[in-house]
């Protein structure tokens, strides 16, 4: 059974940062892609960043250009999303997604299996 859990979330003043980590387990990931989305209180769940398999490619929503980071680590079968300069409107449940058998995506309805989400609040 495929398993995803996020972890590194928590609260941070804008202009702060934080790293997330999302572990994987029940298979080994091979030439899955896996990403990052998130979801602020009443608005739908939005990408933001996904990453191949071997880490060689990557894409990021506009919003985060520039500020976040995506990358794995296929010996873990962990990927971190770290943040900076953080804003207020970044604050959202984070949640990790894996897309089995696809080099990269955007699309959620690509992804197979999600983690519970990671809480992230930025104060003003």
């Known amino acids: 059974q495929v398993q995803l859990v996020e972890s590194g979330g928590g609260l941070v003043q804008a202009g702060g940062s934080l790293t997330l980590s999302c572990a994987a387990s029940g298979r080994t990931f091979r030439n899955d892609a896996m990403g990052w989305f998130r979801q602020a209180p009443g608005k739908e769940r939005e990408f933001v960043a996904a990453?191949?398999?071997?880490?060689?490619?990557?894409i990021y929503a506009g919003s985060v250009k520039g500020r976040f980071t995506i990358s794995r680590s296929n010996a873990k079968n962990t990927v971190y999303l770290q943040m900076n300069s953080l804003k207020p409107e970044d604050t959202a449940v984070y949640f990790c997604?894996?897309?089995?058998?696809?080099?990269?995506?955007?699309?959620?309805?690509?992804?197979?299996?999600w983690g519970q989400g990671t809480q992230v609040t930025v104060s003003s």
């Open positions: 997604a894996v897309a089995l058998a696809v080099v990269i995506t955007n699309a959620p309805n690509r992804y197979d299996y």
């Open positions: 990453i191949s398999w071997s880490g060689g490619r990557t």
